[in-house]
């Protein structure tokens, strides 16, 4: 088996054993959900209450979700190999999460 292999399925599967983000206790809402953007996440809000999300609390982070396909990659030939073959990687085509709110207020 190539390096290049071991590596991508090693990465892959860390990337998948992740557990969801945590809100830190001192973060408004508006600050966790645009860490969570930060970090490439589509996120999800569904809130209790109507007060504007300046005065929403967190109360849960959950359902990060992830999005893979594999791809073909090309060695050109510069590689260590340098026998043009491919190998299949897997990518992260999007990921999203979901925030539950306390908007009330």
């Given at each position: 088996?190539?390096?290049i292999?071991?590596?991508?399925?090693?990465?892959?599967?860390?990337?998948?054993?992740?557990?969801?983000?945590?809100?830190?206790?001192?973060?408004?809402?508006?600050?966790?959900?645009?860490?969570?953007?930060?970090?490439?996440?589509?996120?999800?809000?569904?809130?209790?209450?109507?007060?504007?999300?300046?005065?929403?609390?967190?109360?849960g982070?959950?359902?990060?979700?992830?999005?893979?396909?594999?791809?073909?990659?090309?060695?050109?030939?510069?590689?260590?190999?340098?026998?043009?073959?491919?190998?299949?990687?897997?990518?992260?085509?999007?990921?999203?999460?979901?925030?539950?709110?306390?908007?009330?207020?």
């Amino acid at each position: 088996m190539r390096p290049i292999t071991v590596t991508a399925g090693l990465l892959a599967a860390a990337l998948l054993a992740v557990p969801p983000p945590q809100a830190a206790a001192d973060q408004t809402a508006l600050e966790t959900i645009g860490m969570l953007e930060a970090q490439g996440y589509t996120v999800n809000v569904d809130r209790i209450g109507s007060a504007p999300l300046e005065q929403c609390t967190v109360t849960g982070i959950r359902n990060p979700q992830r999005v893979t396909r594999w791809v073909n990659v090309e060695d050109d030939g510069w590689g260590t190999h340098g026998n043009g073959d491919s190998e299949l990687v897997e990518i992260v085509v999007s990921q999203s999460i979901s925030v539950s709110l306390d908007c009330n207020r």
